[in-house]
Each structure stands twice: as C-alpha cells, then as structure tokens.
C-alpha cells in the first residue's frame, strides 16, 4: 500500500538510487511519504511563524516600535542561513543525520511556543525584544533542519523524485496558507485580535512536534563521517570549496541574482500602500495570495526541477525580472483607479515564480552534489548567500530611500542578470 500511494504522488521512472544499495531502494516509497508528512507539517507551521506577514501583523498589534518590526526578516532569514558553515563539518561527523532535523524541529517548536506565550502575556518593547529573541531562537533551529534534510533526501531519495517531494510539501503548505488566510478574514475580521494570534503560534508549535515524531523514523543509511580532527576548519573549507568548484561558484551568483523574486513582494505591497490601496487589514489578503501560489505552483514545479531544475531557475529569474518591469510601467503611467488589482495580481504572480525558483535551487544543489558532497554543499552556500542577503538587502534599502520603484528596477536588473547566467550552470538532472 504505501508502494501504491507513493506511485500515485510521484513519478518513479526515471530515477535511480545513488547508493545502488537495494535495501535503500526498498525503503524509498516509505521514506518518501515520511519526508513529504514531515517536511509539510514543518512547512504549515511556516505559514504562521511567517516575517512577511503574521509577524509584522502581531508586533504592531502588541505595539511594538516599527524598529523592531524591521529587524524580524533579518533575523529570520540571516540567521537561518549565517550558521550553516560552521555547522556543517560537525553534522558530518554524524553517522545519521536525520537527529539534526529532529533537533531543529524541536528548536523551532519551543520557539514558536515561546512566541505564543510572549504574545499572550506581555506588550510593547517587551514583548517585541522577547519575540525577536525567540525568532533568533526558531531560525537557528531552522539552520539545523535546512542543513541535514537535503543531505538525508540525497541518502534516502533517488534523482528524479527529489523536486516532485519538494513540490508536494510546498502544495500542502499552500493549502495551510489558504486555510489560515480565510480564518483570519473571516473569524477576526478587519482586526486580527492578540489572543487569536497568540492561540494560532500555539497550535503551530504543535506541527513541529508531529514533524520530529515522523522523522525520527526515516531508515537513513548510515554516512560516512568526517573525523574531528582531521576537519580543517569551517572557513578553509569553504573558502576551498568557494575557489576551486567552479560549477558551485555559479551557483552561488545564480542564487544571488535570483534575490530578484525573494525581495521583490514587500515592495509590491508598498506601492500598493502609498497608492493608498493597502494596509493591515490585508493580512488575510496576501497570506492567501501566497498559500494559492504554492498549491498551484508546488507539484507542477517540482516535476519541472526534476526535468531540468537548471531551466526552472533561469526562466524563473526572467519571468520575475519582466513582471516587476511591467509593474513598474504600469505605475508610471496610470492612473489610481484599478490598481489594487493589479498590485494584487502582481503579488500573487510574484510568489508563483518564487515558489518555482525555490524549489529549483533547493533540487539543483542535492542533484549537482555527490551524496557525501551535499551537507557542504548546502551549509556553504546557505552561509554565502546570508551574507549576500544583508548585502543586497542593505543596497536595496538604500536603493528605496530614492523611491520604492528604484529598488524594484535594481531587483529587476538582478533578474535580467540571473537569466543569462542560468544559461551557463550545466544540467545535473537525470533527464537533462
């Protein structure tokens, strides 16, 4: 039965185990569905634990000051990123790597739980400064649980079936964003109370729980490991890796230009707002503007990733880079009129080309990576790449002291950029 339903969510032909172990190969149906329950219960409590929409949302309603509100996307995604170098050569001395993800599970529960508590119980700069610690808190755990989930999908999940995993979790996640959107605009209405967001961070440190419960029992085949001492230190190795793999150097700048789809949404909802067509009262509204692209977008760019995960990111980068230029266009030479609709439009389509271009990256680096290669893969790019984000991330708010449209056309430029580089990155999936 679970060999059925496997077939039935993924598309088996095609791929092959890299081990060539049978015993591996056996297990692939039952670890699949494990990766894809876990990974979705982790991805529905994302939607909650959200920088870009439910948190903002609640730090203003607790009366936080707007400084602290504009600290909570750093520290969500540079602080998930930053740590994975460091932490990769100890996870590698981990015969199975499946604990890690346990552990960060487990991190991000108690986060999210401290989260909830803090909103019920304090308010103003108190409750801020102990939100924003718990995030810190939350995207550690996060570091954890991105690090060792590619390298234990490489060891346990054949090429050709990777992305279609990824694809599905994203869908659930998008179903949970939906879901999580109409509950907010209808049950709380145009004021989403603290209590009923403070109750809505409980139940989602709960997904978490049930996450790490299912993935504690993924069968991993046991790695070899990289002995304490004879690991040359995080920096070397990464610098190492950095200067002489020339395809994973490309990668990096691929995935840096691909900030374009990444950065862009805040920016859109800001124009929406000084167009006066915005506000908190569309929290609901993007929430659900997100989960419906990921349902629509998650299965149907994970079979593409699996095809060509090269192609998925390039054409991903373009179709942003254009969309953002005809937004800009558009707010040069209309009128107010309909553009809450196209502002909305442009949204949800933004997200639908992220959701591609993230699910391309994150098969792109298991695929290009032998099985051992993968956890240093993964944690160094993740590092550079939380670099870059406060780099570009810092450029592009200066960028935004000049007008929203001048960071939007930089971003839009990073799109045109990624598009021909793309190019250049050689095929690493099975069918090429």
């Known amino acids: 039965m679970t060999e059925r339903i496997y077939s039935q969510l993924v598309r088996t032909s095609g791929g092959q185990q890299d081990s060539g172990d049978r015993k591996t190969e056996r297990d692939v149906p039952a670890n699949g569905l494990r990766l894809i329950a876990a990974n979705a219960l ?3 409590g994302d939607q909650v634990v959200n920088a870009g929409t439910v948190l903002p949302w609640l730090l ?21 990123l930053l740590p994975q170098a460091a932490l990769s050569p100890r996870i590698r001395q981990r015969r199975q790597r499946k604990w890690v993800w346990v552990a960060g599970a487990a991190l991000q529960a108690a986060a999210t739980a401290a989260m909830a ?9 108190t409750a801020g400064v102990a939100i ?9 755990g996060r570091a954890l649980c991105s690090i060792s989930s590619k390298d234990v999908m490489a060891r346990t999940i054949p090429k050709g079936q990777r992305g279609q995993i990824n694809g ?11 879901t999580i959107g109409l ?16 109750l809505l961070l409980g139940s989602a440190a709960l997904t978490w729980v049930a996450g790490l419960l299912i993935y504690m029992t993924v069968r991993e085949p046991a790695a070899e490991t990289t002995p304490r001492e004879e690991s040359p230190g995080w920096w070397h190795e990464s610098w190492q890796l950095l200067t002489t793999d020339a395809p994973f150097r490309r990668f990096v700048v691929m995935r840096t230009l691909l900030f374009v789809s990444a950065l862009s949404p805040p920016f859109l909802v800001t124009l929406a707002v000084e167009q006066g067509t915005g506000g908190l009262s569309g929290l609901g509204l993007f929430v659900i503007a997100q989960g419906l692209a990921r349902m629509i977008g998650g299965r149907y760019f994970g079979r593409l990733a ?21 937004v800009l266009l558009f707010d040069t030479l209309t009128e107010v009129g309909a553009v809450l609709w196209v502002y909305s439009l442009g949204y949800f389509l933004l997200a639908l080309i992220h959701t591609g271009v993230r699910v391309g990256r994150k098969t792109y680096v298991v695929d290009m990576a032998s099985a051992d290669q993968v956890t240093q893969y993964v944690a160094v790019s993740n590092t550079l790449m939380g670099v870059l984000l406060l780099l570009t991330g810092g450029v592009n708010a200066a960028l935004a002291l000049l007008g929203v449209q001048v960071a939007l056309a930089f971003l839009a430029v990073l799109g045109f950029v990624g598009y021909f ?8 999936g099975v069918r090429g």
């Open 42 to 44: 982790q991805n529905i």
């Open 132 to 140: 924003l610690l718990a995030l810190a808190l939350f995207a550690f």
């Open 421 to 428: 580089v793309g190019r250049t990155l050689p095929e690493v």
């Open 306 to 326: 699996d095809r060509s995960s090269r192609r998925l990111m390039t054409w991903g980068a373009l179709l942003a880079a254009v969309l953002i230029s005809t």
């Open 183 to 198: 509950g907010i605009r209808l049950l709380a209405g145009d004021e989403a109370g603290v209590s009923a967001l403070a």
């Open 117 to 125: 508590v803090a909103a019920a119980t304090l308010a103003g700069v």
């Open 168 to 178: 599905i979790s994203t869908l659930t996640s998008g179903i949970a964003a939906v």
């Open 60 to 80: 203003s309603a607790l009366g936080a000051p707007v400084g602290l509100v504009g600290l909570l996307v750093p520290i969500r995604e540079s602080g998930s």
